[in-house]
């Protein structure tokens, strides 16, 4: 069903939709999530004001249901589930205000809905559905695994350390597979550890493995053009955040500066390039602060007529562009419903951690159970790195490596220095030639934990099923 609209004369906010349909009372509902997720996925009992952005689904009678908007939309797509009925908001604001659209006809999105069957798996019916959503998904030519300094360095690294990165990941491959990538995180502007990107990236190639490189585009220096900005008010009362400088992509200058970004690291020879931060930076809140709207009122881009969402689209298409026909694209802080179709890969979940294992256990488990279905239906998942560190113990992050490496999601490592002995070269081995032959692991317990701890990989006679005590020493119930 297609939703379209017309609103000459009016600058308009939201559109609401509405089906009665009734719920049987032990109704399961799951959402998704406006970015990524923050270890807040789950089914839930019906909570008629809880947002569900994108898509949901409602699991009755052995049975599991599925509504949602086609990836790409126009506008930014809200449900709710109650025991009376299905409503659908269509956000189509221009930053913290109304769209105006003049004598444009806005198509909003494309309703789609899936009926499941009975005893069909849960995961089997989201994953059917995903793909309803996305018909042209933009996949990799090969798997997407290798190295990324950030939960070892967070931030201190430098280009021998890559190097070595791209040796260690190099050597682990499986003979005669994908060559791994080496990706250089955030610290690379810093021009005393990372003299000569373009030479840092020829010998990582020298290396076997392919560079990458991670980039924020839309970050915009002080000394800049003031009027090339976002205004401050996209942060509403969060005035500590003022700080952080970003180009308004509805301004072609500004838009120029951010692609520009894009274009350098490919032309620096970089084979994979990872962009963060832009929904952030373009809204002002991550995405476990937006409640049912991605942003706060009262503000508006420079460009008034396009929605968020197509403002957002274009960012992307114009990314996509700039990177090329050959660079695989990962987006981080991105708006995945948005991005499916644009970019290879896609991070679906807040930070794990090299630190602290609970951060983990509670993001990293959490995103690769729930978006799974996700997985090639809108672009490679990318469910975080596996930090592989002297700080959080081996055991654990162990059952991580092989949750990542059999479920055919992104398998990057963040191997710190003096951590890496012979049982884990040994681990990274195994881990990577099952990432490299195309696995599919799904979690049997979804309907039951935040956490799934039964997974299944393989069917009939070759089906293995495996079990991660995550929580074997129990959880913490504070921030992390």
């Not at 959402?31 to 898509?55: I, Q």
């Not at 205004?231 to 180009?247: C, S, V």
Request: aromatic residues 8%.
């Amino acid at each position: 069903m297609a939703v379209s609209l017309a609103a000459p004369s009016l600058a308009i906010t939201h559109v609401r939709l509405r089906w009665q349909i009734q719920h049987p009372d032990d109704t399961l509902v799951l959402g998704d999530a406006w970015e990524r997720s923050y270890g807040d996925l789950g089914w839930r009992n019906l909570v008629p004001e809880r947002p569900l952005p994108w898509y949901c689904a409602v699991h009755q009678n052995g049975s599991t249901h599925s509504y949602g908007v086609a990836t790409g939309a126009a506008s930014l797509a809200l449900w709710q589930i109650d025991a009376s009925g299905i409503t659908l908001w269509l956000d189509v604001r221009s930053g913290g205000e109304g769209v105006i659209l003049g004598s444009r006809a806005l198509k909003a999105a494309t309703v789609v809905a899936r009926r499941g069957e009975r005893g069909e798996s849960v995961v089997n019916a989201l994953s059917a559905f995903c793909r309803s959503l996305c018909p042209s998904p933009r996949l990799p030519r090969s798997t997407v695994y290798g190295s990324n300094d950030w939960y070892y360095a967070y931030g201190k690294n430098s280009a021998d350390g890559i190097v070595r990165d791209a040796d260690l990941v190099a050597s682990l491959a499986p003979p005669g597979g994908p060559k791994p990538y080496a990706i250089v995180d955030d610290g690379w502007q810093d021009k005393q550890r990372f003299p000569d990107m373009a030479a840092l990236t020829a010998r990582i190639q020298s290396s076997g493995a392919l560079p990458g490189l991670w980039i924020r585009p839309l970050r915009a220096q002080r000394d800049g053009d003031r009027k090339l900005l976002l205004p401050e008010a996209r942060f509403g009362d969060r005035t500590d955040r003022f700080k952080d400088l970003a180009y308004d992509p509805t301004i072609p200058e500004a838009r120029e500066a951010a692609l520009e970004t894009m274009r350098l690291a490919v032309r620096w020879g970089n084979k994979l390039v990872k962009h963060d931060f832009s929904t952030y930076e373009l809204f002002g809140a991550w995405g476990n602060e937006m409640g049912p709207s991605m942003t706060a009122n009262g503000w508006h881009f420079n460009d008034r007529s396009r929605t968020n969402a197509e403002i957002v689209l274009d960012l992307y298409r114009g990314l996509r562009e700039a990177a090329g026909e050959q660079t695989v694209v990962i987006g981080c802080n991105t708006i995945g419903h948005l991005a499916a179709g644009l970019f290879e890969a896609n991070r679906t979940g807040d930070d794990v951690s090299g630190r602290i294992w609970e951060r983990t256990r509670r993001m990293g488990v959490n995103t690769l159970a729930f978006r799974l279905p996700q997985n090639r239906a809108f672009f490679i998942v990318d469910a975080d790195c596996v930090p592989i560190t002297k700080a959080v113990a081996w055991e654990k992050t162990r059952m991580w490596l092989d949750a990542i490496a059999r479920s055919g999601t992104a398998l990057i490592v963040s191997a710190e220095p003096g951590a890496v002995g012979e049982p884990q070269k040994q681990a990274l081995r195994d881990a990577f030639a099952i990432a490299a032959s195309s696995p599919v692991s799904v979690p049997e317990d979804l309907l039951l934990t935040s956490t799934p701890r039964h997974w299944r990989s393989g069917g009939g006679s070759g089906a293995q099923s495996k079990t991660y005590l995550w929580e074997e020493e129990g959880a913490s119930p504070f921030s992390i």
